[in-house]
C-alpha cells in the first residue's frame, strides 16, 4: 500500500521569510511519482511538479525549490522569500505504475503567509 | 488551450435525490480521475476510466455510485440517492495518454445534500 504522510498541519510565517514544507512517503513500487499540488482560498488544484523515482536532482523553479531524497523517501518543497499570495493547503501525492497509478495524497499543509 | 472543465460548480440536492457530476478533460487526455474531498478527511481516490472503460474503482463505495466515460461527452459522476454524507467537493483530473503522465484538476464540484 501507498501512503504519503505531511506532519505539519499548518504552518504561519511572515511574508519574505523561507518556509519547508516537509514530506514523507512509502511505497513498494520501485517505479514511482512524486506530485506537489497547490489549492489556494479558491478551492481549485494547481499542479506544481512531478517527479519520478529515478530523478533525484533537486529542482528550483523561481521561488520554488524541491528536495528529493529517496534514502529518507522524502520530498521536501521550500518556498523562498514567501508572499501573501502562497498562501493556500499544499498536498504532496504519491502514484505508482499498473494498478497503483492512482494518486495518493498527503492531508495537506495549511501555509498562512501574513504582511 | 481549455482546462479540464466540470459542472456544476455547485449543487444543492436534497437526501434521496440524484447528483450528476460532469467533467470534461483536457483537449487530447483520454484518461480521467475522479476524486474526493470531504471535510477534514483530505483528497481520497474515487475512479479511474478511460474512454468506455473502467480501469480501476477501488476507491468507488459499493453502494450508489456510478462513473462512466462514453466514447463521445464527458465523462459523469452519478451519486444515486444521496446522503448528508455525501457533501464533499468532488474533482476530476485527466491525463494525456498513459496513467504515467501528470493528472490536471478541473475546479471541482461541491455538493451540499440537505
Known amino acids: 500500500a501507498q501512503k504519503v504522510t505531511q506532519a505539519q498541519t499548518e504552518i504561519s510565517v511572515v511574508e519574505k521569510e523561507d518556509v519547508t514544507l516537509d514530506c514523507v512517503y512509502e511505497t513498494r513500487d520501485t517505479t514511482y511519482y512524486l506530485f506537489w499540488y497547490k489549492q489556494p482560498p479558491s478551492g481549485e488544484l494547481v499542479f506544481l511538479i512531478r517527479r519520478n523515482s529515478f530523478d533525484e536532482q533537486n529542482e528550483i523553479s523561481g521561488r520554488y525549490s524541491w528536495n528529493f531524497q529517496k534514502s529518507t523517501s522524502s520530498f521536501n518543497f521550500t518556498i523562498t522569500a514567501s508572499q501573501v499570495v502562497d498562501s493556500a493547503v499544499y498536498f504532496c501525492?504519491?502514484?505508482?505504475?499498473?494498478?497503483?497509478?492512482?494518486?495518493?495524497f498527503g492531508k495537506g499543509i495549511t501555509l498562512s503567509v501574513r504582511p | 488551450n481549455a482546462g479540464v472543465m466540470q459542472n456544476p460548480r455547485h449543487l444543492v440536492r436534497r437526501r434521496g435525490q440524484e447528483a450528476r457530476l460532469r467533467c470534461s478533460p483536457m483537449?487530447?487526455?483520454?484518461?480521467v480521475y475522479w476524486y474526493r474531498q470531504l471535510p477534514e478527511e483530505g483528497l481520497k481516490f474515487m475512479v479511474y476510466l478511460q474512454k468506455e472503460n473502467i480501469i480501476d474503482e477501488s476507491g468507488m463505495p459499493k453502494e450508489r455510485f456510478s462513473a462512466e466515460f462514453p466514447k463521445e461527452g464527458p465523462s459523469i459522476l452519478r451519486i444515486q440517492q444521496v446522503v448528508r454524507g455525501d457533501s464533499a467537493a468532488y474533482f476530476c483530473?485527466?491525463?494525456?495518454?498513459?496513467?504515467?503522465?501528470?493528472?490536471?484538476f478541473g475546479p471541482g464540484t461541491r455538493l451540499l445534500v440537505l
Open positions: 501525492a504519491l502514484s505508482g505504475t499498473g494498478a497503483n497509478s492512482k494518486l495518493t
Open positions: 483537449k487530447g487526455h483520454s484518461h
Open positions: 483530473a485527466s491525463s494525456w495518454y498513459s496513467q504515467q503522465e501528470t493528472q490536471y
